[in-house]
């Protein structure tokens, strides 16, 4: 377990001064100690597991976790927790290792109810320790004294006045409160107050099947299409693999330690709680990353596949056009883990980050083309020892011939650059490199070196070899006009920040804010490692002759919450945090600041603790003045909860399971504006939930900060595996930073 020695950093501006390493004060920092952690098991039929490549038949004999293949109708927890599971071929009981049949079940027990006709059909029954009964049933909510007086209950809450039927779930909690669930919503009964609840109120879905109430109170629906819960304050929503083997939930108890157990079309599932530290979880990713989410000797970081869906089977690492990015995201964050926390393991990963991006500067260099010094490469591929070989070589990919690209350029993006080899061979001709290297890369690289500087490199040695880096990629920009040059003597199709493109060229109007920020951001950072007044003065020629500092008061071209790129987000925020915190030219200080103010905003309604921290590094107790007087841009209320919430959700699981949402009561769609670039085809669906903010982290799937979270639907089929990085950074900053304290 690390132990968390936390550096903190609070930014005081005046109207926008320079950085102190200062205690965050009380409403700045969360202390987080342990919570619970959801966490889901399910079990599936022998069937399936053969039919997903999981076992073969003989092993699923052996399993005692395997259920015999049928159709599971109903649920119950007895004496000792043991689970009954009613099938179309009997029962079934589970004692904590094993299924079993079982002969004696007490599951759908049949209740003797009087005045039988006035219910229609009886799809649930409760009883309170007073003896009063509840029923729900298809002509509505009814209740049962011990006169056995029958009472028809029309629940009323304000101007809301509800004659609920086909109340599929009703059940009394530890206080003798009163729930049920119809399609109209939720009600509940405390005393003789009702409180109903709809879509307007948080309910994510109502097509129920089923209620139970568990120890804690928390109270759990089954729907058609997944599960609810509710913990008195938030809905939770849980559908799709992750959560459920499958998504019509026929029945649903609670044992004992609160685990809701589930009859579905698919199998049974558990869904829990399990005591947790951000820093748990953060070991828990870090361990998964070093077992399956590393490529090549140098441990580039990225997702990785596996043969068998939501199983580390046949795990394999294949390359990625953002290699270098997301290697350099997962870096950043071990440098603010070994500036928090001096962990020598945080450190070891570092430098194997910092050698893997190096290795992306080095492999160009004299190699099979003439590559200027300083360019960067996308990704690396190993030479198999054999030689290449057709089948494996990157340039005989359909997309990498001349043939593919041209098709994408006529096809796709007129811009597109048509040239080979995409793929060169380094000097020894141990790996192929990727040419045409994005700005995201750029971006990457530019927003992990300074912070390994800073907190990593503690020799002259060490900081040396970083800042040689630095200044060959900044000196092969400058001397290019601002161009990330290529092989064939022109520049990549994405790292393009000549000033004449950026003002000039309406092609490139788009990237003007966020393309002179970055180039400003990069100056920045090289002034910072090497002291070189000659990067200083570059960026005063780019502010006075070319309003590269203008350009980037406005960095998204966009149309509100939810509109633009998310990539060019991700990009913006990191390019930010560097130009900020390095900078000493106050003009470029106060403006930057104020834009990234405006950016933040927009990006506020995502829940994001990167972007969160980011900004919050930069903006806490900021003033900026303009014509109209002195304004506070400090972070908006919420910002920390928002992140610390979004942190305890990241499920465990990072496989890429699919989560439907479109159908749910609880989202509000974004504008057409908003929702929909000119060149997309057809309307695209953006959702907020009724809050104003996005989904939750464990509503959804996403491997990187760049995923569109306003999207409704997420995922795959359980095959993809994430790395943790995404969470890693975020925590890790917030705890450098001294937004997150540890009990």
């Given at each position: 377990?690390?132990?968390?020695?936390?550096?903190?950093?609070?930014?005081?501006?005046?109207?926008?001064?320079?950085?102190?390493?200062?205690?965050?004060?009380?409403?700045?920092?969360?202390?987080?100690?342990?919570?619970?952690?959801?966490?889901?098991?399910?079990?599936?039929?022998?069937?399936?597991?053969?039919?997903?490549?999981?076992?073969?038949?003989?092993?699923?004999?052996?399993?005692?976790?395997?259920?015999?293949?049928?159709?599971?109708?109903?649920?119950?927890?007895?004496?000792?927790?043991?689970?009954?599971?009613?099938?179309?071929?009997?029962?079934?009981?589970?004692?904590?290792?094993?299924?079993?049949?079982?002969?004696?079940?007490?599951?759908?027990?049949?209740?003797?109810?009087?005045?039988?006709?006035?219910?229609?059909?009886?799809?649930?029954?409760?009883?309170?320790?007073?003896?009063?009964?509840?029923?729900?049933?298809?002509?509505?909510?009814?209740?049962?004294?011990?006169?056995?007086?029958?009472?028809?209950?029309?629940?009323?809450?304000?101007?809301?006045?509800?004659?609920?039927?086909?109340?599929?779930?009703?059940?009394?909690?530890?206080?003798?409160?009163?729930w049920f669930c119809s399609p109209q919503g939720v009600g509940v009964r405390?005393?003789?107050?009702?409180?109903?609840?709809?879509?307007?109120?948080?309910?994510?879905?109502?097509?129920?099947?089923?209620?139970?109430?568990?120890?804690?109170?928390?109270?759990?629906?089954?729907?058609?299409?997944?599960?609810?819960?509710?913990?008195?304050?938030?809905?939770?929503?849980?559908?799709?693999?992750?959560?459920?083997?499958?998504?019509?939930?026929?029945?649903?108890?609670?044992?004992?330690?609160?685990n809701a157990w589930f009859a579905t079309n698919e199998g049974v599932g558990m869904i829990g709680f399990i005591p947790m530290t951000l820093a748990k979880k953060a070991d828990h990713y870090e361990e998964l990353i070093d077992q399956y989410n590393r490529r090549t000797e140098f441990g580039y970081v990225l997702e990785a596949r596996t043969k068998v869906p939501g199983h580390f089977i046949g795990v394999s690492n294949h390359d990625s056009d953002n290699d270098g990015l997301w290697t350099a995201m997962y870096g950043a964050g071990e440098c603010f883990d070994y500036g928090a926390t001096k962990d020598p393991e945080s450190k070891r990963r570092a430098k194997q980050a910092f050698e893997a991006l190096r290795f992306l500067s080095i492999a160009p260099i004299e190699g099979e083309v003439d590559q200027q010094a300083g360019f960067v490469a996308r990704t690396v591929i190993p030479v198999p020892n054999e030689g290449p070989d057709t089948d494996?070589?990157?340039?005989?990919?359909?997309?990498?011939?001349?043939?593919?690209?041209?098709?994408?350029?006529?096809?796709?993006?007129?811009?597109?650059?048509?040239?080979?080899?995409?793929?060169?061979?380094?000097?020894d001709e141990t790996y192929w490199y990727k040419s045409d290297t994005s700005s995201d890369e750029l971006d990457g690289h530019y927003f992990f070196y300074p912070l390994y500087y800073d907190l990593v490199a503690e020799t002259e040695e060490e900081k040396e070899r970083v800042r040689e880096i630095v200044r060959n990629m900044t000196d092969h920009l400058v001397r290019n006009n601002y161009r990330l040059m290529d092989h064939d003597g022109t520049p990549t199709r994405w790292s393009d920040y000549s000033p004449e493109n950026l003002n000039q060229n309406h092609d490139w109007y788009n990237e003007r804010g966020l393309k002179s920020l970055s180039i400003l951001s990069y100056l920045t950072v090289a002034h910072h490692m090497t002291g070189?007044?000659?990067?200083?003065?570059?960026?005063?020629?780019?502010?006075?002759?070319?309003?590269?500092?203008?350009?980037?008061?406005?960095?998204?071209?966009?149309?509100?919450?939810?509109?633009?790129?998310?990539?060019?987000?991700?990009?913006?925020?990191?390019?930010?945090?560097?130009?900020?915190?390095?900078?000493?030219?106050?003009?470029?200080?106060?403006?930057?600041?104020?834009?990234?103010?405006?950016?933040?905003?927009?990006?506020?309604?995502?829940?994001?603790?990167?972007?969160?921290?980011?900004?919050?590094?930069q903006g806490i107790g900021v003033e900026y003045a303009n014509p109209w007087g002195v304004h506070d841009i400090s972070p908006w209320e919420g910002w920390l909860e928002d992140s610390i919430d979004t942190l305890k959700r990241f499920p465990l699981d990072r496989f890429d399971w699919?989560?439907?949402?479109?159908?749910?009561?609880?989202?509000?769609?974004?504008?057409?504006?908003?929702a929909q670039e000119p060149y997309e085809a057809g309307n695209r669906l953006q959702v907020v939930r009724t809050n104003g903010k996005v989904l939750p982290a464990d509503e959804r799937h996403f491997n990187h900060w760049n995923t569109n979270p306003f999207a409704p639907n997420y995922g795959g089929n359980g095959t993809g595996l994430a790395d943790g990085a995404v969470y890693l950074l975020s925590y890790y900053m917030g705890l450098y930073h001294g937004f997150i304290v540890e009990e």
């Open positions: 377990m690390h132990h968390r020695i936390i550096c903190l950093l609070l930014i005081t501006i005046g109207c926008v001064s320079a950085s102190a390493q200062l205690s965050q004060s009380p409403e700045n920092r969360a202390v987080v100690g342990t919570f619970p952690q959801e966490i889901s098991k399910s079990f599936y039929s022998q069937d399936y597991l053969v039919k997903i490549g999981a076992m073969s038949k003989q092993e699923t004999a052996k399993d005692p976790t395997a259920l015999p293949t049928g159709d599971f109708l109903s649920i119950a927890v007895g004496e000792d927790d043991k689970v009954s599971i009613r099938t179309d071929k009997g029962s079934l009981v589970f004692d904590g290792t094993k299924w079993s049949k079982e002969t004696k079940s007490d599951v759908d027990k049949v209740e003797d109810l009087p005045e039988k006709d006035s219910y229609g059909k009886v799809f649930a029954t409760a009883e309170k320790d007073t003896g009063e009964r509840a029923v729900g049933g298809e002509q509505g909510l009814f209740t049962i004294n011990q006169q056995k007086e029958v009472k028809e209950i029309f629940p009323r809450d304000g101007s809301r006045s509800w004659a609920p039927t086909d109340v599929k779930g009703v059940a009394y909690d530890s206080k003798g409160n009163l405390k005393g003789e107050e009702w409180t109903l609840y709809t879509g307007q109120d948080g309910l994510p879905y109502n097509d129920f099947t089923c209620m139970a109430i568990g120890p804690d109170d928390r109270v759990w629906f089954g729907t058609q299409i997944g599960a609810i819960h509710f913990d008195g304050e938030t809905w939770n929503y849980r559908q799709g693999k992750r959560w459920l083997p499958g998504d019509e939930v026929r029945d649903v108890a609670v044992d004992s330690k609160g494996i070589n990157p340039n005989r990919h359909p997309s990498y011939t001349l043939e593919g690209q041209q098709r994408n350029r006529e096809r796709n993006d007129y811009l597109w650059k048509v040239y080979e080899p995409r793929w060169p061979l380094n000097k070189d007044e000659m990067y200083e003065r570059e960026i005063k020629r780019l502010m006075k002759d070319h309003a590269f500092h203008t350009n980037a008061m406005v960095t998204k071209i966009q149309r509100g919450v939810g509109s633009g790129n998310q990539s060019d987000d991700e990009m913006a925020i990191m390019c930010y945090y560097n130009l900020l915190k390095y900078t000493d030219n106050p003009q470029l200080k106060k403006e930057m600041t104020y834009s990234f103010y405006k950016y933040w905003i927009l990006e506020f309604p995502e829940m994001n603790p990167f972007f969160n921290f980011c900004y919050a590094s699919r989560h439907t949402n479109d159908h749910r009561i609880d989202l509000v769609p974004l504008s057409r504006q908003a």
